[in-house]
């Protein structure tokens, strides 16, 4: 959506990955619109659903159900969230609201509540329009999910193309004028806004799965095991509404991510037909494009691998991408966390150019961490070099080379840029 | 050196990894140029040298000593190779050589002998340059590595770009009018030609081994251990010269590859100091940049699976790198290979387009591959997602659920286009 509101993405018809009469037609699947379960009987094996357009109520039966709810977006208590001009980006209409804002009241300065990677990709989207951008967050960083040093590379990255960022600043209230935002009231005082975005986080749907008396697990979410299975008898729970398990500390989590909840789907879908597949969980990748930066992680942080009871080992690295000779290569920022007694690999952080292709080498670093490697094996991955790919040793090599040294206790490694 | 060649890179200079100099001031290393090793005496621990400058020979004495004397292209024995204008490409020297004739003898017309991967880069980089190209190969294919159908998509975008491709030819003379070269003669006839490349392969430098009664193996290479110790005491060898083990066969092999031999050389100088540094081998990943498109492989092919006692799976995906609303996306084919019994990956093989990544997609193979995965693990790694790296159900992933599917022998699976 942020790059349907910027223009990158023309149509948001492209954006609706199926529609009712695509799944009718390629699956015989009815999917109806404009209904809504207000309660699911687990005893029964039944649900009542209300028709929104005739407000007629009726009872559907089940052998097995789904519970899909997914997520919404946090709207914090405070005043004036309902001014015009006030947003949250969530579903489809969302964009096209903010859209049709944007091109009807032709605001100037946009603030954005929430420096995640929601609010990192609309800083992009409202600079790329023209907008005078400032995007505040509680915490003292931005994209507080990375480390310090890490984000302070993206601040000043989105600083440089005119962006502001306030820090550690707590909204109070939105400030409006004849019902229409005016600005954000923070304990520093007010900001001047024409248009706030609302990009906190979100929360799980999972009231109505509660109100049936299924057990909720991790930040609200609908608890379920590795099956996809709720606490209730045939009720499966699968995509943003439902817990999983973080694979690295064992531990049930709540983190709601797109390409997590296609894999629940599938493997729930399986089970509910009788199959017998596991979902394992997940290790807490994801990556955001901001401007030209791309900022991504996996694994666990510094401080999670201590709290989990590691002894996190941990080097940082700023290597390009390809050897000076050839064109087009980026550079990109690498940390690397490793148990400092057994090698293991535990986690790892990017933030690079766009043409470092720091998302893929990220991608290899989550699979060697998912294989249990330590870093020792990392400085042995068999990965593809030509000039016009990577350096003849690549990032992730070189990581392993340096990490291994760290913890062997060495002097000297073999750095980027050769033997130090 | 083909990009050097086509102008890509500038100034050959680049190409010097590290000088003399550097070595010296960086590392406290003497570098001695234009001087030859003549032999090796392991029982005196000694070698011989020439200095090739004054003629003087003398003994220079080791405690440990590393042959490292790489490999050499392979000029085949026939008539016409020492013409004018007819080049191997395999030294720094080979690539002056080469820029040298192109812009002194200005030849229209080039022939490559030997459709592998550096006669597909000198496809790329002659017709850069404006020359008509015509590759052949004893092989009824380009890139004989590659399975047949994917070298197809390769020999039909060289094509396109005007390249001819002549297969299953065999190279008789090359022939030649008052010392420069005139055509290649086949069993078929003359093609003419005013350049002709020979790329039909390498060969180990390993004669100074054999000499001083270290054991040979795989091709001729010099015989190494994990720690890349030769049969001689005090002896090692790394790089080009050096076997080296498949990692899923277990079988010695010989794949001279320029990342290969930085981690061989890495391990080895630990093990030449002491250390206890094993280096388990490769797995044949290899890559190569032939016009736009990306060409790779890595592990077994069907072919060799078979050959080593497995059940092979074999599944084929066209896939597009990213969701059709975000821009700049490519596409690529993929083939998988599977125990069909276990499950374990055991190869992959890549054609695609540079905007596909086609190469780092390889690299989360090669990984999973590398780290004993099978299939349907490989349908769960948590890889970064967001719309301007990858579909949200990653190309790896999808082939995942494709080969689980297959080796499940269910009849219906989730393609890059959804349920079929």
Known sequence: MPYFISGVTADHQNLIARTPAQFKSMNDIDVKTRHRVMAIDPAGHTVTVRDLQTGHEYLEGYTRLLISTGAEAFVPPIEGTELEGVFTLRRLTDSLRIKRYLADARPRRAVIVGAGPIGMEMCESFA?????????????QVMPYMSPDMAERVQA????????????????????????????VTSNGEIKADLVLLAIGVRPVSGIAADAGLELGARGAIRVDEQMRTT????????????????????????????????????CADN???????????????????????????????????????????ISIEAESLHQYYPGR?????????????????????VGQMSSVADKRLDVLAVAI???MTADHLQYLDLAYAPPYSTSVDIPVIAGNIMTGKIRGMECGCGPHGLD
């Open 128 to 140: 790329t329009l023209g907008l005078e951008v400032t995007v505040m967050d509680l915490a003292g």
């Open 272 to 314: 509910m037909f009788g199959g017998e597949t596991r979902f394992a969980g997940v290790q807490g990748t994801s990556v955001v494009k901001c401007f030209d930066l791309t900022v991504g992680r996996t694994g666990l942080g510094e401080a999670e691998a201590t709290e989990a009871g590691f002894s996190p080992a941990v």
């Open 330 to 350: 980026g550079t990109m920022n690498l940390k690397l966390i490793a148990d400092g007694g057994s090698g293991r690999l535990l986690g790892a952080e990017v």
């Open 157 to 184: 990255r989105i600083e440089e193309e005119g962006v502001s960022c306030l820090l550690e600043q707590s909204v109070t209230a939105i400030a409006g004028d004849g019902g229409a935002v005016r600005g954000v």
């Open 232 to 267: 209730g008898e045939d009720i499966f729970a699968a995509g943003d509404c439902a817990t999983t398990t973080h694979t690295i500390t064992g531990r049930q989590v709540w983190l709601p991510l797109g390409s997590t909840s296609r894999k629940q789907g599938r493997a």
């Open 370 to 372: 998912d294989a249990g």
